[in-house]
């Protein structure tokens, strides 16, 4: 029985078609999951569902009602919720205020029933089985409990569907499986539906009953999640077969060092770190969130100050102290988080690829060459098939994989011989992925040294030649990609060490 019907649905931006005639039911009980690049519409969809947009054409039933919410405070209203991904919670307050937050009644001069407000949070803190202490201030909780505590707001408010947008980005493996766990368990005993969004098509594989295909705005199928493979789904998602075969892969690997660290150690925590990376190898740091992965990027980087050890490229050791300097000597970072650390929001994509590479623009009296910056630019859109109206386009209405191509193209530009990438597909559609990837593996043939930081061990096993596997903050083991599996992997990390 379907609990929402969403038939012809369009909507139309200046000059932009998002959704055209979009027709796909979801059924009561369910986890419906809704995929596509990014572009193809699915969070167009998502608000227009949850009243932030106003459909073109088309109509929503919800629960065999015409229904037209105008805010998503009238959604929820109308028993529909949903968890963003980007958190919308208050971080000052208590985790029982957030959960109860817009359910208070009565007039201006009404006192606060905080008795009331407790319960209800011991009430679906126990449903949700979350270990955490309702008068803590959300601030102080982990992401996974903030996810957690956004679907108890979602239940408190007697929402039936619950939108889960990208729900796993911050979440290690174990708390993933708990949140699993309590989809499952919501969907079995509470009849509650979800709307699942996730790049990350194992674990669309793993959750959902059926599958939804959007490419370009448009409905391309439906499916029972039995009936479809992940490279059917991809197929449908890009319109052409992607490929993540390594065996196509061809490595040009030299004997000699491109960088080579000895006993490194920083003030961030990361301990005696030896490594090493060859000219045209890609190297991958494999651990779980909080190993230390990124602590050792932004170290190598120059972020975090060396506190003792060696640092080799080209087997000269050279001192750092800065990011700045480290450029100097041919270090690039792609860093994970690259919203808050890689861009400025506020400048547009010639200005963040050309950032650091504009003394190399410049003419007489220091005025920048805007010919020579006009015609770069446009050099590296077309290579990198960065989709954008034009170069002077303010990157923050890029989307996330275009955003990252451009942070790859202004270290590519910068000429850089090293390249750290943090999480370099995090959050990113299959089709920008897999172009992505393929400028990883070009700078590894041009004699490059690349290291890659990532959560999705199938990546790493896919780009890398070698990986390092971190644990508190210091490499344990070292494996060549083509010898170890994940199982193997993830024993060493669960090993007890010797005390």
């Not at 919720?81 to 007039?107: D, F, R, W, Y």
Request: with cysteine; net charge neutral.
């Amino acid at each position: 029985m379907s609990i929402l019907e969403l038939k012809n649905i369009s909507k139309v931006f200046p000059g932009v078609q998002a959704l055209e005639d979009v027709t796909i039911n979801i059924e009561k009980g369910e986890t419906h999951s809704i995929v596509g690049e990014n572009g193809a519409g699915k969070s167009t969809l998502m608000n227009i569902i949850m009243g932030v947009y106003n459909l073109s054409k088309g109509e929503i039933k919800f629960n065999n009602k015409n229904i037209r919410p105008n805010n998503p405070r009238e959604a929820q209203n109308l028993g529909i919720g949903i968890v963003p991904q980007e958190l919308n919670l208050i971080p000052n307050l208590s985790v029982a205020e957030n959960m109860t937050l817009g359910t208070e009644h009565g007039g201006f001069f009404k006192r606060l029933n905080w008795k009331e407000k407790y319960n209800i949070a011991e009430k679906y803190i126990d449903i949700l089985e979350i270990d955490v202490d309702i008068k803590k201030k959300i601030k102080n909780i982990s992401p996974a409990q903030q996810q957690l505590i956004q679907i108890a707001r979602s239940l408190v408010l007697d929402c039936q569907i619950v939108i889960l947008d990208e729900p796993t980005t911050a979440l290690t493996m174990d708390e993933i499986n708990i949140l699993f766990n309590i989809i499952k368990k919501l969907k079995e005993e509470e009849n509650k539906t979800f709307i699942f969004i996730s790049h990350k098509l194992e674990e669309v594989f793993e959750i959902s009953d059926r599958i939804s295909v959007l490419r370009d705005g448009k409905h391309i199928i439906t499916k029972n999640i039995e009936q479809i493979s992940k490279s059917e789904v991809v197929k449908y998602m890009v319109g052409r077969e992607v490929r993540f075969d390594k065996e196509s892969i061809n490595y040009s690997i030299k004997d000699e060092n491109i960088l080579e660290v000895k006993n490194f150690t920083c003030e961030n925590g990361i301990k005696n770190v030896d490594l090493n990376v060859k000219k045209g190898e890609i190297v991958g740091l494999a651990g779980l969130v909080g190993a230390g992965r990124s602590e050792l990027a932004k170290g190598l980087f120059g972020v975090s100050k060396k506190t003792t050890g060696n640092i080799l490229i080209n087997n000269e050791k050279i001192e750092y102290n800065t990011p700045n300097e480290a450029i100097k000597l041919g270090l690039g970072l792609i860093p994970e988080e690259r919203i808050k650390e890689g861009l400025l929001r506020g400048l547009s994509v010639k200005q963040n690829l050309t950032l650091p590479i504009l003394d190399k623009l410049v003419y007489k009296l220091n005025f920048i060459d805007r010919k020579k910056e006009d015609s770069l630019v446009e050099n590296y859109i077309n290579k990198f098939n960065i989709k954008t109206p034009d170069k002077e386009q303010k990157i923050a209405f890029l989307s996330g994989g275009n955003q990252q191509k451009v942070v790859l193209a202004r270290w590519i530009a910068k000429k850089c011989d090293i390249i750290i990438f943090d999480e370099p597909t995090k959050g990113i559609d299959i089709g920008a992925k897999s172009e992505i990837h393929n400028i990883i593996i070009e700078l590894a043939n041009e004699g490059k040294g690349v290291i890659i930081i990532s959560s999705e061990f199938p990546e790493l096993f896919y780009l890398t030649n070698r990986m390092y596997i971190l644990k508190n903050k210091k490499i344990i083991a070292e494996y060549n990609s083509q010898e170890v599996n994940q199982e193997t992997i993830l024993n060493k990390i669960l090993e007890k060490e010797d005390i």
